[in-house]
């Protein structure tokens, strides 16, 4: 069973639009939470993190949601710029017990000039 | 030269090879990974080490097999694969396991099983 679910496997935004790709996730243990960013034929770069105590955090173009609640996590990019597009992958861990990464399956995104 | 650095970029192998996939990381981490990654599935973890240690096996097939000398490098050993097998194989390390640093990834070997 999927404990970090990503739904959308591939987005299109216009250039200069926001950019929204939502995480979903299941396990109420998670208490940390990170986007890695992946090109082809490269491996997955850490991109924005975010935890439990918080519900936002932004770094430059990037601004991640947390929202405990609802278990969901949002990565906004904007403005998006071409350089964007790539894979993202959400994924979660716990700080007690289970400690690794359970990532999800990746969102395509295509930033349309 | 920093980062993880993985080698062989791309792998062809038959099912009766045996081959290994290296991973080197020069960033002092004490946690290193092997991670499988298909097409249209998550990202799933193979393999922990943390101080050359093996303290997770995430019910890996006993044909794939890790081995890390030192704390620097890992690798895996690779026999009798499945055409199934066939997927970007990614070793990441990070600070430790206990902390909640983020994983550095390498570039990841294609493998394709034939």
């Known amino acids: 069973d999927q404990q970090v679910k990503q739904n959308s496997p591939s987005l299109s935004v216009q250039e200069g639009r926001i950019s929204i790709l939502n995480c979903d996730y299941t396990?109420?243990?998670?208490?940390?939470f990170l986007w890695y960013k992946k090109y082809p034929a490269e491996g997955p770069t850490f991109l924005i993190s975010i935890s439990s105590i918080k519900d936002k955090n932004e770094d430059g173009r990037f601004t991640v949601f947390l929202n405990k609640s609802a278990k969901h996590l949002s990565l906004h990019i904007v403005p998006s710029q071409p350089g964007d597009s790539a894979v993202y992958f959400c994924a979660a861990s716990a700080r007690f017990g289970n400690e690794k990464l359970t990532f999800g399956t990746g969102t395509r995104l295509t930033i349309i000039p | 030269e920093t980062g993880v650095t993985q080698t062989p970029r791309h792998l062809v192998m038959g099912m009766t090879n045996k081959k290994s996939l290296k991973c080197e990381q020069h960033l002092g981490h004490n946690a290193m990974y092997w991670y499988k990654q298909s097409a249209k599935k998550p990202l799933e973890l193979m393999f922990v080490y943390s101080l050359e240690e093996r303290v997770e096996n995430n019910s890996v097939p006993s044909r794939f097999s890790p081995e890390c000398p030192n704390s620097s490098h890992l690798f895996l050993h690779l026999h009798t694969l499945q055409p199934e097998d066939s997927a970007l194989y990614l070793c990441?390390?990070?600070?430790?396991?206990?902390?909640?640093?983020?994983?550095?990834f390498g570039q990841g070997t294609r493998l394709t099983v034939v």
């Open positions: 396990n109420s243990m998670f208490d940390y």
């Open positions: 990441a390390s990070s600070q430790d396991i206990a902390g909640l640093s983020e994983a550095f």
